[in-house]
């Protein structure tokens, strides 16, 4: 099974940058979409980003369209959260999550998980 390390998590304030990388330890070409969730405490782990394979689709939550991007570089076996104008309620920790198959937002249809990166987002 893939291992998967987040990294790039820590503590920023409101309206700063963070940017999150995800390794994997295999070769990502064959998981055609490549995801970011995160879950704030208290709270059910929410969907973030998703990216497929040709890095031609690209899903967002309208809660970070326009401040948030996503990008793979499969040369790499990575994939890489930017998060600008950073909000509190940014603040939770962050999974990348790899599946074998088309573009969603669904997490539980999502193959693979990483151990999270903490992102705390202070006023």
């Known amino acids: 099974q893939e291992q998967l390390l987040e990294s790039g998590g820590g503590l920023v304030q409101v309206g700063g940058s963070l940017r999150l990388s995800c390794a994997a330890s295999e070769r990502t070409f064959g998981y055609p979409t490549m995801g970011w969730f995160r879950q704030a405490p208290g709270k059910d782990r929410e969907f973030v980003a998703a990216?497929?394979?040709?890095?031609?689709?690209?899903y967002f939550a309208d809660s970070v369209k326009g401040r948030f991007t996503i990008s793979r570089d499969d040369a790499k076996n990575s994939v890489t959260l930017q998060m600008n104008s950073l909000k509190p309620d940014d603040t939770g920790v962050y999974y990348c999550?790899?599946?074998?198959?088309?573009?969603?937002?669904?997490?539980?249809?999502?193959?693979?998980w990483g151990q999270g990166t903490q992102v705390t987002v202070s006023s």
């Open positions: 999550a790899l599946r074998r198959g088309p573009i969603t937002t669904a997490g539980n249809l999502y193959d693979n």
């Open positions: 990216i497929t394979w040709s890095g031609a689709v690209t």
